[in-house]
């Protein structure tokens, strides 16, 4: 056979042969065309996808709880400005699934913060924080998802798991947790007396509570470094 016939060079094809194929070639450009619009539309689907992954949580997205929103004995707030749907998902009497962006605080020292849809099924999406606050601000010492333990050396997440349906990990009072040792005076003294507010504003019974804490972190601390001893 010509070898010729194989080759598709245009200039050596008979003008018969080379309409044909200009003719082929038209849907062929379209197709191609279709698959680079498709191909678009991917990236742009991807770049939107990337930007809600980037939510950024720093230091400067914390700040004194008692400027986020009170829900019953805790506050919240939304990185996304999608407040309105936290407090919705907070106050959902049969429970719910916080938005992204949602950060939980009963302490000024713990957050959960809801990060993307898909970023760590296994937590539901919440990233766990240890922070460090004073007057000039927060610094976040631990942050992380199944693996974050609190300054006891017990895991955030082992803890709230049992939260998990309907609760979506928010333990409150009766939501399956295993209780912590802390009360709702305790954690309102906390609250009253988170310094990036300034100065406390306590009321009847913080100062013995906060007392009590102390004595507790102090024990707490005793012993976490006793058992690291052996
Ligand atoms: C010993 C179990 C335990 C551990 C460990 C623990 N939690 Fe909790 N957490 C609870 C319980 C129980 C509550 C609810 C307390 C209440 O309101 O009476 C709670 C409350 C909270 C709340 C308020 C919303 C809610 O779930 O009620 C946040 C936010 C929170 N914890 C974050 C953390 C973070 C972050 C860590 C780790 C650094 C952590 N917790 C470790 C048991 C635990």
Redesign the pocket.
């Known amino acids: 056979m010509d070898e010729k016939a194989y080759n598709m060079n245009p200039s050596n094809l008979t003008p018969r042969l080379r309409g044909v194929i200009g003719a082929a070639m038209t849907p062929l450009k379209l197709f191609a065309t279709a698959i680079t619009l498709s191909l678009g539309v991917a990236a742009v689907s991807q770049a939107a996808d990337a930007a809600v992954a980037l939510l950024k949580v720093d230091d400067a997205s914390f700040k004194c709880v008692r400027q986020m929103s009170p829900v019953r004995?805790?506050y919240v707030d939304n990185l996304l400005g999608n407040i309105n749907a936290t407090l919705a998902a907070a106050n959902a009497p049969q429970g719910a699934v916080y938005p992204a962006g949602s950060v939980?605080?009963?302490v000024p020292t713990?957050?959960?913060v809801k990060r993307e849809a898909g970023f760590s099924p296994a937590t539901g999406d919440w990233e766990?924080?240890?922070l460090a606050v004073d007057a000039q601000g927060t610094k976040i010492g631990?942050r992380g998802f199944a693996e974050?333990?609190?300054r006891?050396g017990?895991?955030?997440f082992?803890?709230?798991a049992p939260?998990r349906e309907p609760w979506d990990?928010?333990?409150?009072?009766d939501h399956g947790?295993?209780?912590?040792p802390i009360d709702?005076t305790m954690?309102g003294a906390l609250q009253r007396s988170d310094p990036r507010c300034g100065p406390a504003v306590p009321e009847a019974g913080d100062t013995m509570a906060l007392f009590k804490l102390r004595t507790m972190v102090v024990l707490g601390a005793t012993i976490g470094w006793f058992k690291s001893l052996f």
Do not use: D, G, R
């Open positions: 004995h805790f939980v605080q009963l713990e957050a959960m766990f924080f240890e631990k974050v333990n609190n006891f017990k895991n955030c082992a803890c709230h939260a990990f928010v333990c409150e009072s947790c295993e209780p912590i709702h954690t």
